[in-house]
């Protein structure tokens, strides 16, 4: 399968393919380099990406965005409340977890966050295979840094029910380092680069600290704004101008979705405008009861708005900083990635915290994926790629608890905050018979906003003890792995037994006999059953779930052949009219001019009145049955021209 990485952002995801020749940025269907994170839902089908961007205003309350927010969001956490907002369409609770409310084929439906997810990597999978024209199945996924298990196993989870097998979830900032790590050519060899990596989106701010040297990344330190993006930029001048609209024109564009929806669409646009410009005109025609609205904003307004949001930037880098135990002034370069970062004001913080100005090496909205791909690349078995090692860090301290037996502890801190990842470790308990261990975030209060705690928990089986102990020594295999999941990776017990051991004696000849000793040494003697419950979907769920949505994409496909096929007949409809008139006038007879010019005429009619929702096969058969003579005529119009091109070949030969 051709390697395939994607940036899953909260506007727009980017999707690039790693290919013998270099990674390259996949563009979709009307040829953009990203597509709208959105999914719609109508009386037929789904409209995913673009066809859900084109159809939002006439369809908010079955259009789902944010995505990527949602993803295993609690509905008990205070971030359901506040993602509330920014929806269209009703959020709802769904077995404690945040789901989209709709109206699909008519009826009403709750769709998780992760069916939702899986429904756009499906389509984003889709436009990598048609241009690709390849197989794509394995999937590098970058996700924000603060997600935790419970949104990393939904990522992966996503990627199953869409058909993709995710090889790796790695952190967003993470990838576009990897990105720059590869790709820039003049790196040191030796002493490691120290760069700090910003990347500021639609909805949220991380900051990242890598030592970069040639072929190698260590993460040193990552911390993060979950709240600070482009959409809260949005948001804070769609309410100024509400607030404007009251006054001016008397009119509540909060009371009104779909006024408020055009305008928040016109603030963004306003705001990119004000990236170059420092004025920019506001007008919409016809916002909400007929009433055209018409304004302004300047640069400076722009930033009083948002003031309160530019004082906190400051606040992830110290915190990245001090994970990484380094100054500003340590840093060699700060590199800057993300659509919000192209606002003026941003740029000029960002520049004033760092004390250094800031560089564009990367490209802004293309790192992530391209990052992403190229980790892709790394684990497929076909693609050869440069070798290059990087190391993340963990944002999360995690602790594995177990009920005290024999040992004298019951819970261990073994992957503590700021550890690098991937990485495993042994623990060893003292057990005298199965037990259950499980893995919880060891301070719930440094999470994102009502995370639970919860990891994993593992039932471990077959443990015996050992004749002539008190206990069995369990020694466990735990790991925080490339994912990024928390996982144990096998268990078993180990017995002191004797062994026979070569004695090393450096001034022993070749021909010397060599010499054993006897030594006590733990050696496995039995390999323990590891039962896994963890976040992840279980597998039923999960199954159910792929079905669901295979059976949605044929919905969705038949409903474009649908298409495809009436326009189809449309089109031939008017050819054949045209032609009749025209090059195959003296090719029909008299006759079968009026029967083919009958049949036009009633087809056409079909097509507009009752014909305008029909089948694909009526369509078909429609379209065949004017072809049986419209194909007839054509026969005979063709073997003329052949006829006049032998003639003319014969009289150049001649
Ligand atoms: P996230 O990383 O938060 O999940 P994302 O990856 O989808 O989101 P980006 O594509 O990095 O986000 O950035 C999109 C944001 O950048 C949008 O809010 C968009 O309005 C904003 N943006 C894009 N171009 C400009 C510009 N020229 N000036 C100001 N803002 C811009
Ligand atoms: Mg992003």
Redesign the pocket.
């Known amino acids: 399968s051709t390697p395939f990485g994607v940036?899953?952002?909260?506007?727009?995801?980017?999707v690039a393919v790693a290919k013998n020749r270099g990674i390259d940025i996949v563009v979709n269907e009307v040829s953009n380099r990203?597509t709208p994170?959105i999914v719609g839902f109508g009386v037929r089908n789904r409209s995913i990406g673009e066809t859900g961007k084109t159809q939002q205003t006439s369809n908010l309350k079955n259009t789902v965005d944010n995505l990527?927010?949602i993803l295993a969001l609690n509905a008990d956490s205070p971030d359901f409340e506040v993602e509330k907002k920014f929806f269209t369409c009703p959020l709802v609770d769904k077995d404690g977890y945040a789901a989209a409310q709709v109206r699909y084929l008519g009826k009403e439906e709750q769709f998780t966050s992760v069916q939702l997810v899986a429904m756009y990597l499906n389509k984003l999978k889709d436009i990598a295979a048609k241009e690709t024209k390849g197989n794509i199945t394995d999937i590098c996924l970058a996700v924000?840094v603060w997600y935790t298990e419970q949104q990393r196993r939904a990522a992966a989870d996503a990627c199953h029910i869409a058909g993709l097998n995710p090889v790796r979830v790695v952190n967003?900032v993470t990838a576009a380092a990897v990105g720059y790590g590869v790709f820039k050519t003049d790196l040191p060899e030796e002493e490691p680069k120290k760069v700090a990596f910003v990347?500021?989106?639609?909805?949220?701010?991380?900051v990242s600290i890598g030592a970069v040297k040639k072929g190698e990344l260590r993460i040193l330190g990552s911390a993060y704004d979950k709240h600070f993006?482009?959409?809260d930029?949005?948001k804070a001048i769609a309410e100024h101008f509400a607030d404007e609209f009251k006054e001016k024109y008397k009119i509540d564009i909060r009371s009104n979705p779909k006024g408020y929806n055009r305008v928040l669409a016109a603030a963004?646009k306003l705001?990119?405008v004000?990236?170059?410009n420092s004025q920019a005109p506001f007008n919409i025609e016809s916002v909400m009861n007929d009433v055209d609205v018409s304004s302004q904003l300047t640069r400076e307004e722009l930033e009083e708005m948002v003031k309160p949001l530019l004082d906190r930037i400051h606040v992830p880098i110290e915190k990245a900083l001090e994970v990484a135990g380094l100054k500003a002034e340590d840093l060699d370069s700060v590199e800057v990635?993300?659509?919000?970062?192209?606002?003026p004001s941003v740029k000029t913080r960002l520049a004033e915290v760092f004390g250094k100005p800031l560089s564009f090496t990367l490209n802004?909205?293309e790192a992530?994926a391209k990052g992403a791909a190229f980790i892709c690349a790394m684990h497929s078995p076909t693609l050869r790629v440069r070798p290059f090692k990087f190391e993340d860090i963990n944002s999360f301290s995690v602790t594995y608890y177990w009920d005290k037996d024999a040992e004298d502890t019951d819970h261990l801190e073994v992957f503590p905050k700021g550890g690098v990842f991937p990485s495993t470790k042994l623990i060893t308990l003292y057990r005298t018979s199965d037990f259950e261990i499980e893995a919880k975030y060891t301070h719930p209060d440094q999470l994102p906003n009502g995370t639970r705690p919860e990891i994993a928990k593992w039932k471990i089986s077959g443990v015996e003890v050992p004749e002539g102990q008190d206990s069995a020594i369990c020694k466990l295999k735990v790991r925080n792995d490339p994912s990024g999941f928390f996982t144990i990776e096998s268990a078993y017990i180990v017995e002191e037994k004797e062994v026979k051991e070569l004695v090393e004696n450096p001034e022993a000849k070749p021909e010397d006999e060599p010499e054993y000793k006897i030594v006590k040494k733990l050696v496995k003697t039995k390999d323990l059953n590891i039962e896994y419950e963890g976040l992840a979907l279980p597998k039923d769920v999960l199954a159910e779930f792929f079905e669901q949505e295979g059976k949605m994409v044929a919905e969705d496909k038949l409903v474009a052949e649908t298409e495809d096929r009436k326009n189809a007949l449309e089109e031939y409809i008017y050819e054949l009219r045209g032609k009749l008139e025209d090059q195959y006038a003296d090719f029909a007879s008299p006759e079968e001019k009026e029967k083919l010019s009958k049949l036009l005429m009633d087809t056409e009619e079909w097509l507009y009145g009752e014909g305008d929702d029909s089948t694909k096969a009526k369509y078909i058969a429609k379209y065949e049955e004017l072809a049986s003579i419209g194909n007839l005529i054509k026969g005979r119009y063709n073997a003329k021209q052949e006829e006049l091109r032998q003639e003319l070949r014969a009289k150049q030969e001649a």
């Open positions: 940036d899953l952002g909260n506007h727009s995801a980017v990203s994170a990527k927010r924000p967003e990347d500021i989106g639609h909805s949220s701010y991380t993006g482009g959409r930029f949005d963004e705001k990119k004000l990236s170059a990635i993300g659509g919000c970062t192209r606002v802004q909205d992530i």
